[in-house]
């Protein structure tokens, strides 16, 4: 006889691996989150377990873009079964005092 429990695994599907390199100095570290997370949420993350430079915010580029904080891993065409999910950090300087594109968790 069989076991019932396996038919109520659920796994989710939109999960994806994404590493984040940090531009200073190399460090990176690999997440994985759903693919309807928004990058605000991951900085506030990053901001914990990978501390950007400067406290006033670093952006976060996927294949030359830029990505804005409002916006999904979805969006960016970052999704499961994609493979060069690296997100670089570039905290080599105070990108919210310089930069509008970079989006500060203060704003939510």
Known sequence: ??????????????????????????????FV?????HVHDLKKVLRIRLKPKFEQGCRLIFRDKVLKGKHSFRHYGIKKGVNDQAISMDDTKDWKSSSSSSDSEQEK
């Open 33 to 37: 989150l759903g693919e309807k997370t």
């Open 1 to 30: 006889m069989s076991s019932s429990t396996d038919s109520f695994i659920v796994t989710p599907t939109d999960q994806v691996s994404v590493t984040v390199v940090r531009k200073s100095d190399g460090h990176s570290i690999t």
